[in-house]
């Protein structure tokens, strides 16, 4: 492995450092609350900007759009987005995993209408995978498509869907087999979200004002050209996408930055000088070292033209465990103070709870780990 940045991409940094320094000045996530239409107007604005200067999807091939770039400026520009709080919004999602997927799996038709809005910064995707009764056990999820004539009619539930509400469309799994077909019996549906059937409903959550919703589909018919790749094949793809996604976002880079934070508020308020702090303050450095280091590795495989391996499920624990280091440092060294809310205390805890459950819960991640990277038996 190659610790060390290429030129190529230091200086990519140094130039997106450069731009986001002022123009992200007046703007802070914990302020405006993830979810809000505040956010996501300030995103739609803020990604039109990123995608004018090419900056939105450089890892994409040019062909489709994208800047013809690597797997490390990809992630480059991934760790100053979310060390910032995440300023695209959902966008991340668009450009890390389902333009991907559409890129890989999609037909000519698909990439030719769906891919150009993504990387023009014109759209939102959201995620419609868990169901009140399907989360870790993915493979149960039960909203079916039954094919009819020239098309699909949707019926079923999605819960805990990010951006729901602001989304224009969603990458959606459906049961086109029965349930006792499994994982074998799901296919993925690219659905826009104004498809009459369709009704997205707020659900009140701790990570924002607005994060997540339900999505209620009754008799919602889509063409069959709506379907991502072939039916019932869509856990290959889905296995695909979580790898991107449970490292898409480099959590490590803003519970790093948070961090640094409190630093300077124990410093403040004196209270850096105590050994028990420092302590405390060098086992969360570590841990955001460690979850860097272990994601760069899944980075490395990627920029290296490999599949997605098991590491990816140890770079996910580990930045688990990076967030919730921080969360509880904010707690213990601020007291009362990190439970104001919008306080980047409060910030850093309410992320650290999400991130333990997004993407695959942090025991899903262990029991992978010890099966797949460990090969102990199961339990
Ligand atoms: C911030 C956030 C954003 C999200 N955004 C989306 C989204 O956009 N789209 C979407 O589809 N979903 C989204 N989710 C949902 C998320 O994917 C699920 O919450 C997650 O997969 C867990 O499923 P569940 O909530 O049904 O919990 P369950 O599966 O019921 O699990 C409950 C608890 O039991 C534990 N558990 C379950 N099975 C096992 C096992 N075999 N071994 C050990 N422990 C186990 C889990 O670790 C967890 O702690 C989001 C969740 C969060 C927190």
């Known amino acids: 492995m190659e610790f060390a940045f290429t030129e190529a991409d230091a200086a990519f940094r140094s130039d997106l450092v450069a731009y986001l320094e002022p123009e992200l000045a007046h ?3 914990s302020e405006f609350g993830l979810g809000s239409a505040v956010f996501t107007d300030f995103s739609r604005e803020f990604v039109r ?14 062909e489709y759009g994208g800047g013809g770039q690597g797997a490390w400026q990809h992630f480059v520009l991934g760790e100053e987005m979310w060390m910032r709080g995440e300023p695209r919004g959902p966008q991340y999602m668009n450009v890390n995993w389902v333009g991907p997927a559409i890129i890989k799996y999609g037909t000519e038709e698909q990439k030719r209408t769906l891919l150009p809005p993504i990387t ?40 805990w869907t990010s951006y729901a509400n602001e989304a224009d469309y969603c ?26 059937g369709v009704e997205v409903r707020r659900i009140e959550g701790f990570v924002g ?21 072939e039916e019932n094949k869509g856990w290959e793809i889905v296995r695909r996408t979580l790898a991107y996604e449970r ?6 880079a803003r519970a790093a930055r948070v961090l640094d934070g409190l630093a300077e508020w124990c410093r403040n308020a ?8 420092q302590e405390q303050f060098g086992n969360a450095r570590v841990l955001c070292e460690a979850a860097r280091v272990l994601v760069y590795r899944v980075i490395d495989e990627r920029a290296k033209g490999k599949e ?11 930045m688990v465990l990076a967030e919730r280091a921080v969360g509880d440092l904010a707690l213990d060294v601020m007291g009362s103070e990190a439970l104001v809310e919008h306080s980047p205390g409060d910030a850093q805890f309410r992320n650290s709870l999400g991130a333990g459950i997004a993407a695959g819960s942090y025991e899903t991640q262990l029991n992978l780990i010890s099966r797949l990277i460990l090969e102990l038996p199961k339990g």
Not at 49 to 62: F, I, Q, Y
Not at 247 to 252: D, I, K, M, S
Not at 270 to 277: H, K, V
């Open 27 to 29: 703007w802070t996530r």
């Open 49 to 62: 900007t990123l995608a004018a200067k090419g900056w939105l999807t450089p890892h994409w091939p040019v």
């Open 120 to 159: 023009r910064g014109e759209v939102f995707w959201c995620q419609g995978f868990s169901e009140p009764e399907a989360g870790t056990d993915l493979a149960a999820l039960r909203t079916r498509a039954v094919r009819d004539g020239d098309g699909y009619v949707l019926n079923g539930q999605k819960i």
């Open 171 to 196: 990458f959606l799994l459906a049961r086109t087999g029965t349930v006792a077909d499994g994982r074998d019996g799901i296919s993925v549906f690219l659905l826009p979200l104004d498809t009459p």
């Open 209 to 229: 004002a607005h994060s997540f919703n339900e999505v209620f589909l009754t008799d919602a018919r889509v063409p069959a050209e709506s379907r991502l790749g």
């Open 247 to 252: 490292v898409g976002a480099p959590r490590y």
């Open 270 to 277: 004196g209270l850096l000088a105590d050994p028990g702090i």
């Open 308 to 318: 997605p391996s098991p590491m990816a499920y140890q770079a996910r624990a580990a």
